[in-house]
């Protein structure tokens, strides 16, 4: 806190939309705004979050960001700071970064916070503008190990990331582990048909899976996306019919959690993955793809899901195979899921550490 006085915080984001980093801001706002900091909202391309933000009481801005260099917008996003007596601007990607950095030509005393929620090795280029921001930059927040590993590769100053993983609240949902005799089992993945998503992988892996059991079971995709009508037509494609059901995007995703038995993420890049915390949350057994940050919550302390190796279909099946078979490695996976939240990924953890380093900020 500055002197008692509650922090000013602009969240700035290019597209304002559904995913996971949309929840992220979500959780900070819920559990900061209006107690622990003021909260604004600035954006370029409008989508669902800017209705939530303004459901929750926000001060909402539009910001046209035409790249990552729109000297035009940071002098708008300086203007903004002065007028709301901004502390902080945390920012979500590379491009709303930039910008904010260089609003520091116009509002030298504002301090940006970088959170990185994806997996990605610049080029060569951009490495080199790396080099230069990130001397402008107050903090960088690295939501998984992995994460932290390829800013440094990207050339982030080390000594200005700080780990901080996602944080989930705890559902009151138990979780049931009983034998299905004549039930079908509920596989379900709410990830948006996007290519690094691993849906080709993922229906692949089911038509495997129908080839190698005699258990009943459905596959349930929930979301939209690039990829959909070509998952579609694959799965018509390996007469998959009868057990994948395309339900598209759906605001009712907390209630789908506790009707499903098992959560899949079949990902090709993942910085953490902020559905797998969900699920886990409900304690719901995870398989989850063996890629970037994600063993940062499956591996051998928590033990809370199971880990596959991207593309492998066989290795995909019988980890799906091998959870419906058997009661008590659910039972087992579904406490450990919870404890994992309780003691490592809890909404508690994520914004004390957010909050601490948005006060450390103000005093460099």
Do not use: W
Request: hydrophobic share 40%; net charge neutral; proline share 1%.
């Amino acid at each position: 806190m500055k002197g008692g006085e509650s922090l000013n915080i602009l969240h700035l984001i290019n597209y304002a939309g559904k995913g996971g980093t949309e929840r992220y801001i979500e959780n900070l706002i819920d559990n900061t705004h209006g107690r622990l900091a003021n909260c604004f909202l600035a954006y370029n391309q409008e989508g669902l979050l800017v209705q939530k933000a303004l459901d929750r009481g926000l001060e909402v801005y539009n910001i046209q960001m035409n790249s990552p260099f729109d000297l035009k917008a940071a002098k708008r996003v300086a203007k903004l700071c002065q007028q709301e007596k901004i502390d902080i601007i945390h920012t979500h990607y590379l491009r709303e970064n930039y910008i904010a950095l260089l609003s520091k030509l116009f509002n030298p005393k504002i301090k940006v916070i970088y959170t990185n929620h994806i997996i990605l090795k610049d080029t060569a280029v951009t490495k080199l503008f790396n080099t230069f921001f990130t001397l402008l930059q107050s903090k960088v927040i690295a939501i998984s190990n992995k994460a932290r590993e390829i800013l440094i590769e990207n050339k982030h100053a080390a000594s200005k990331i700080k780990v901080i993983h996602h944080g989930v609240n705890i559902n009151d949902y138990e979780y049931l582990a009983k034998e299905k005799q004549g039930e079908d089992f509920i596989i379900f993945c709410g990830s948006r048909f996007t290519a690094e998503k691993g849906h080709i992988f993922l229906i692949k892996s089911i038509a495997e899976l129908k080839n190698t059991t005699n258990l009943s079971f459905k596959v349930v995709l929930a979301n939209d996306g690039p990829m959909l009508e070509q998952c579609k037509v694959m799965a018509g494609q390996l007469g998959l019919e009868n057990y994948i059901e395309f339900i598209g995007f759906t605001d009712k995703i907390y209630e789908l959690y506790k009707k499903i038995d098992i959560y899949v993420n079949p990902s090709e890049e993942e910085a953490l993955g902020f559905a797998n915390l969900e699920v886990l949350s409900y304690g719901i057994p995870l398989i989850a793809t063996d890629v970037g940050g994600v063993s940062d919550i499956i591996n051998s302390d928590t033990k809370c899901g199971l880990l596959v190796q991207y593309g492998d279909v066989s290795d995909f099946a019988k980890a799906l195979n091998k959870i419906m078979t058997d009661a008590d490695l659910r039972k087992s996976l579904s406490l450990n899921a919870k404890k994992a939240v309780d003691t490592i990924f809890s909404m508690e953890n994520m914004v004390k550490k957010t909050v601490a380093l948005y006060c450390e900020a103000l005093k460099q």
